[in-house]
């Protein structure tokens, strides 16, 4: 490398760092506040809606604190072909009868009605979708018709049972 090839370099490299101190100098002092966050697309976000709260905690059960008619409980190990998944497999309610779903396994699972993925109903009666491991969701029952629905989980659709409503 010729010498000035080696000041050109350097020249580069002290341009580069010129440019970094001169960059973090100015813009860096500069957090976003309310006065200096001046886009005409800045809009203040609407008040959180009471009502919208309420109507959620309604719907929201809480699994812990829900007395519950049935539990269905999804087994350890179920996660592996072959091994038990539900119990009961064939689990009974009242049409309106709250069912605890308990998931003892340490993997998410899901109770989703239909035959398996490829149904076009499936989820479309009933879905706890994903319960974490040892976690527990609630299914209610009081807007499905009575009869007898496959369900399966979607994590694993081979972890199948039916529920039956009366
Ligand atoms: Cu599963």
Redesign the pocket.
């Known amino acids: 490398m010729g010498l000035n090839e080696k000041i050109i370099f350097l020249g580069i490299l002290g341009v580069g760092a010129l440019v970094g101190v001169v960059s973090y100098t100015i813009f860096s002092d500069l957090p976003p506040t309310p006065e200096n966050t001046k886009s005409i697309y800045r809009q203040d976000l609407p008040p959180p809606s009471t009502a919208q709260a309420s109507s959620k905690a309604e719907s929201k059960v809480d699994p812990a604190t829900v007395k519950a008619d049935a539990t269905l409980t999804i087994l350890e190990g ?2 592996t072909q072959g091994n038990p998944a539900y119990d009961p497999k064939e689990l009974s309610v009242k049409k309106g009868n709250i069912i605890k779903v308990e998931n003892a396994d340490s993997l998410p ?2 109770v989703t009605n239909g035959a398996g993925p490829n149904d076009p109903n499936s989820a479309k009666t009933f879905d706890t979708s994903l319960i974490m491991g040892g976690e527990a969701a609630i299914l209610q029952t009081e807007e499905i018709d009575a009869g007898d629905y496959a369900y399966y ?1 979607t ?2 659709p081979y ?1 199948t049972g039916t529920l039956k409503i009366e």
Do not use: E, F, I, Q
């Open positions: 179920a996660s699972h899901t989980c994590v694993h972890m």
